[in-house]
Nanobody, 124 residues
Framework: QVQLVESGGGLVQAGGSLRVSCAPS????????MAWFRQAPGKEREFVAAISWSGVSTQYAESVKGRFMISGDYASKTLYLQMNNLKPDDTAVYYC?????????????????WGQGTQVTVSS
């Protein structure tokens, strides 16, 4: 089994930056791809960014391209999301997700493991 714990959320002004982290534990050797999703109040959980450890390839949602960067440490599978030029619309709970299959995907159903989330609030 795999456990994911997010950290680093908080309150930031529009235009500011924040980095959230995801620390996995358990059977981390099996993880092949990881991702960040987010869920704003009253909205569906949506894809933000993903990384495939096998080829170190990345994917981003159009809404965050050029502002957010996903990265991580392959050895520990620790995952990061650097968020720059934050906007009030980025306010959400940010969730870390992981899967054992080798390719990253932008669909919720493609991930086997989920963290509890960390709140990011961007004030205008």
């Amino acid at each position: 089994q795999v456990q994911l714990v997010e950290s680093g959320g908080g309150l930031v002004q529009a235009g500011g930056s924040l980095r959230v982290s995801c620390a996995p534990s358990g059977r981390t050797f099996s993880l092949r791809a990881m991702a960040w999703f987010r869920q704003a109040p009253g909205k569906e959980r949506e894809f933000v960014a993903a990384i495939s450890w096998s080829g170190v390839s990345t994917q981003y949602a159009e809404s965050v391209k050029g502002r957010f960067m996903i990265s991580g440490d392959y050895a520990s599978k620790t995952l990061y999301l650097q968020m720059n030029n934050l906007k009030p619309d980025d306010t959400a709970v940010y969730y870390c997700a992981a899967r054992d299959e080798p390719f990253a995907t932008n669909t919720r159903s493609g991930y086997d493991y989920w963290g509890q989330g960390t709140q990011v609030t961007v004030s205008s």
